[in-house]
């Protein structure tokens, strides 16, 4: 390479610089690469058009200039730690942890990457290797505030709130301002069912970050549970006065509208997050609920198929997508959505016990017994699970079987007028039955 190549392009990196210190990605990244095509053998050319694309929210190429560098420095830490960041941002979890794992052995010491490998192991689910890694960060570092971030996710996903708020608390006694960690303690305490404390903390993190419209949304979902509907109202209103062109904004409106009553401005909130993102999950879904309301039929149906090709994973929709089916007769996917439900949830009592109506209405009795056996299990005090039970065996004629599935409910609700009425249907049907075997029995003995 010639003298005048190489002084072109540190004269290229040095304008580099400047532009991302002006927030220009994109033209400080066109300088980079220019310097890398001139000079492919400089690791920190490389590892700043990694950090350019970080800044401009491209994590899949990022990873690809972190490689560069690794190329040429095997051992750099720094790169290792910025590659196995993007490669969990991109959901290639298992070579993050690799990633992560490779510079303990190279720096153990090296605080940082133990903070990405907590949050890694939570998403695989594996909580308790998780703690293992929080445990062995402290030993570097005591009071890292990502690490106790980290780990309160971890305890949360958990249900372990309590735990989780006093690790996001031990980040915020660190870090003083941060919004995100207000928003993970609003969200455990409304889990708990602390709603004002909930609020109080949404309200924390907005003092710090004004304009994030996803805690307005956040915060406005808390208030409409609270029937604040006004303060819900406008905190919607001010994200989309901020983010128009913000889909999530436009859904809340629309499904604020429709808990108002207002349907028809509702419909065209939801419309225009549609035209913003087709694929906005919950739309079509609502839009529904819309239709159904003004006995559209037709357009009702037309709605859920189309929500249904999305393939929801969210449970609260996947509930809410499977009773609208079942209100208009589609049986058949309303019970692959709770079937689903069961899949994510498998201790919610309320999705097992739509499940097994689901099977009832199908007439896969054997099915829904299954589901109904599951959710008493869960929830042995739930009568309205034990009636459809009992009518269930009921149905197939085992009527021992049925009165024994009510005995602890009436023991519960003695009172219970359709439980009663259920009983004695039922010890009627048994006393018919065993007439009839008897009858039965007479018949077959040998005349004389």
Same mark, same amino acid.
């Given at each position: ?36 095509? !001139? ?115 971890? %305890? ?67 208030? !409409? ?78 709605? %859920? ?39 994510? *949830? ?51 004629? *085992?009527?021992?079987?049925? %009165? ?45």
């Amino acid at each position: 390479m010639e003298t005048n190549d190489w002084n072109d392009a540190e004269r290229r990196v040095e304008r580099a610089q400047e532009l991302f210190e002006q927030r220009k990605w994109q033209e400080a990244l066109e300088e980079l690469r220019a310097a890398t095509s !001139i000079n492919p053998y400089n690791a920190a050319w490389f590892f700043n058009i990694g950090l350019t694309l970080d800044e401009m929210g491209r994590p899949a190429e990022a990873v690809e200039a972190y490689r560069q560098v690794l190329q040429i420095e095997p051992d750099d830490v720094q790169a290792l730690s910025h590659l196995g960041t993007d490669l969990h941002r991109i959901g290639r979890i298992e070579e993050a942890l690799r990633c992560f794992e490779r510079i303990e052995t190279i720096d153990p010491s090296f605080e940082a990457s133990y903070c990405p490998r907590i949050l890694c192991y939570c998403d695989l689910g594996e909580h308790e290797r998780a703690e293992e890694i929080f445990y062995l960060a402290r030993l570097y570092k005591e009071h890292c505030p990502q690490c106790y971030f980290n780990m309160g996710i971890s %305890l949360a996903a958990r249900g372990l709130y309590e735990k989780a708020i006093f690790c996001w608390q031990k980040t915020l006694d660190a870090q003083g301002s941060h919004p995100e960690v207000h928003v993970r303690i609003a969200q455990a305490l409304w889990a708990k069912g602390q709603r004002e404390h909930a609020r109080r903390h949404f309200l924390a993190g907005l003092r710090q970050s004004p304009g994030s419209t996803a805690m307005l949304l956040d915060l406005s979902d808390l208030l !409409i549970e609270m029937e604040r509907w006004e303060e819900a109202g406008e905190k919607i209103r001010r994200a989309i006065e901020i983010a128009p062109e913000d889909p999530a904004a436009h859904y809340c409106h629309g499904r604020w509208l429709l808990r108002r009553g207002r349907d028809e401005e509702a419909v065209a909130s939801l419309k225009r997050a549609l035209e913003l993102d087709p694929t906005f999950p919950g739309a079509h879904l609502r839009l529904a609920e819309a239709h159904h309301r003004r006995g559209e039929i037709i357009d009702t149906r037309q709605q %859920l198929r189309a929500e249904l090709l999305l393939r929801p994973q969210d449970p609260r929709m996947l509930m809410d997508l499977a009773n609208l089916l079942m209100d208009v007769g589609e049986l058949r996917p309303a019970t692959g959505c709770l079937k689903r439900l069961v899949q994510l *949830e498998p201790h919610n009592a309320k999705a097992w016990q739509n499940l097994a109506v689901a099977h009832f209405l199908r007439g896969r009795y054997g099915e829904g017994i299954a589901a109904s056996q599951e959710t008493l299990r869960l929830d042995p005090s739930n009568l309205m699970a034990a009636h459809n039970l009992a009518l269930a065996l009921g149905e197939l004629g *085992e009527y021992d079987a049925a %009165l024994q599935t009510l005995r602890p409910a009436l023991e519960h609700d003695a009172g219970n007028p359709q439980l009663q009425k259920l009983e004695f249907r039922l010890r009627l049907l048994r006393l018919r039955q065993r007439f009839a075997a008897a009858l039965r029995a007479v018949r077959l003995l040998p005349r004389k």
